[in-house]
């Protein structure tokens, strides 16, 4: 067993001193402290003062485990058929590819136009702010307003998701752009190079990579966006067929059915994304 | 004093990276392993306290078997053996008397712990490390503001604050700059020294093996080499060592 | 790989070429499957806009619409908030569990993976849908549906901060003789702390714009509102909660970018 472990050092002789801190008051601490206090404040007032429609909570989760198990274990197509899903299916995700390379395509240019490191302070801002407007406003509502000027459908549906790609992609391309090294500019800068020379010989080799890791990233929320504004806008697709299942005919086996192709979907994007970033990496 | 004996281990079948190593260490003493990279370096120093589970063999602590302990014991033996790791380990947002004082936790309840409740002995002790180590002007300071030599010494406090009879060092000056660099040595050496320690440091710098260790271990692909006094480490001996001539390094 | 130079920068520029076309290629053929048509899409911008400067502006008349914005905006970004607080309290635990330094054994890790991807992609339609069948319209709904989709987004991001932030100090700890929960409340939770944090700020801004989706399909908060004027062709008071939307975003990212200043 383990003996007197305590007497290898002998304990120095120090006078009493009074109570020793550990730490002393810093901003950071107070910071995190007073946040997380208002966050845990603020949903224990929301809990508490949550609407629930006078429905009895526990009889509606036996309804939800039901729902669930109709779902997820029972999945079947319904009256759409397999074929017609898939058709639906693929043109969603043609949809979320075909808003992700105009968001990439904008979304690069004006990135180099915003990037501090390269352009005008004031254009730059400019931009910047604009993007953050844009930004803010949720895709589905970008959706409804298109839709009223170009009709319910695919234009409307293109240019919501769109939008909010362009907005997204220039400010996480952006931030790439800002964070390369000085020097690899300054170094094709005095060579005399035009702008857009530079642009294209100098920076996007240095941030290929996490422009294509970033695009992916993008391509992935489109997949879910272009559901979501095929539902509630009725733009289509694979997303208006589960609204119409879950939320018209109630046919939650045809909901699960579609939830599984979802799902499948959004794995296979994942898994081509790894593949991509590593060939892009290991260049 | 600390005996190995037949240590194995291997991480991948027939693909030994320990055979049979065997070494002896007394209180007191300053031991260097050196070895080319992927030795088995990091390996043994790990097996000491088990953060590795080693395949065979016997690890005796003043005569009590570390590998065949269990978890509570294993606690007990860990907290008797402090680490001192290259990237230093220490939670950089909290401050330096903190780390130190994590050297304490082995000793106290689990609730104590969770709370980081200290006692006045233990803070008192943790200022006189800080003070032994220079930094005692550093206590309320966040690590992530110190360098890397001055980490470093973070982390040696935070060892000496376990009460250890060994401390392991992997690498502990692959990372800093030379003059940190002997700066750590001596501080390591003195240690052990004066609190009559094992220190076992993993070292790539065979100068800095020869100039501070009193004892020192080459390893090669797994086995043992070389176990003897520093002054007998020769040229001929680093030449089967590293298979090449490093003479240089030497003088 | 031995190769001339010149036959190198050939091949690259080659490759250049092939991912262009590429890339090219599929947006024609995306274009032509959805019959989607690039020149009228982007004169329908500027008329989109022009609209926008017309119809959507709010009116003075339209100030009487903003008491009741108002509320149902502070009511959707408490929701945002309580859902979001209430994921990562379940994600912190389910993630301690999960990750490869502090998980229980490998099989628990790879379940909790699974769990949590599962969770992130099941659409939120699909969440806000199949809730709305059990819950009925109101706010518990939209309060479930976020939290259900924050808690798969929250239990990968933690995992992953854990696995880059604190796995070195674990070691440390682990290796002085402390207990399980003695480094978990010493060395990782400290450490992770200011991420946390960080994602937590971020997802609360999310879970504002998303909630304006699960409240058109569930009929509660600011999406509920938008949907009833966009509707009832109330485009003044429609484009008022727009910019109300825009201006309480715009602040919340605002504030969590100074938290974050201080913190990390
Ligand atoms: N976790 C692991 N899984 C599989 N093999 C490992 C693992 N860790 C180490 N090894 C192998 O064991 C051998 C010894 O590794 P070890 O890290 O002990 O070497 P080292 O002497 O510390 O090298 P270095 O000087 O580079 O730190 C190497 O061949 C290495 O590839
Ligand atoms: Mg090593």
Redesign the pocket.
Known sequence: MINSEENIIQKPKTPRSPQIKLHEQSLSRTMIFIVFGSLILITGYTLTHLDTAGVHVDEAFKGLAITLNQMFLQPNAGSDGVPLLLQALASTVMLSILTTIIGAVFGFLFAVLASKNLTNAYLGAGIRVAMAIVRAIPTIIWALIFSIVCGLGTTAAVLGLSFHSIAYLTKAYSESIEGIDKSTIESLKVTGAKFWVVVFQAIWPTIVASLVSWTFIRLEINFANAIAVGAAAGAGGIGYQLFVASGMSFDFHETGFIVYLVILVTFALEFIAVKIRQIYLNR | MLEVKNLQKS??KD?P??TDISFDIKPGTFVAII????????????SLNQL?KDDDGQILLDGNDIRTANKTQLRKYRRQIGMVFQNYNLVERLTVIENVLHGRLGYKSTLAGVFGRYTQEEKEEAMSLLKKVGLEKFALKRCSELSGGQKQRVGIARSLIQHPKVILC??PIASLDPASAQNVMELLKDLTEEYNLICIA?L?QINMAKKYADQIIG?RK?RLVFDESADLLSEDILRTLYDQDITKELE | MMQSPKKYLAHKGWHQTAVIALIGGIYVFGSWALNFNSVDGFIAVPKAFAWLGIYFRPTAHSMEYLPKIWQKLIQTVLLAISSTVVAAIVSIFVALLGSKVTGINSFVQTIVRGVASFFRNIPLVAWSMILLFSFKQSDFTGFLALLLMSIGYLIRAFMEIIEDEASETMLALKATGASYFQVIFQAVLPQILPSILSWILYMIENNVRDATLVGILTGTGIGFIFDIYYKSFRFDAAGMTVLAIIIVVIALETISNQIRRVIL
Not at chain 2, 35 to 46: D, F, M, N, Q, Y
């Open positions: 991480y991948e693909r990276a320990l070895g080319p990279s992927g030795a088995g370096k990091t390996t043994i120093l790990r590795i992997d690498e993993n790539h390893i797994g």
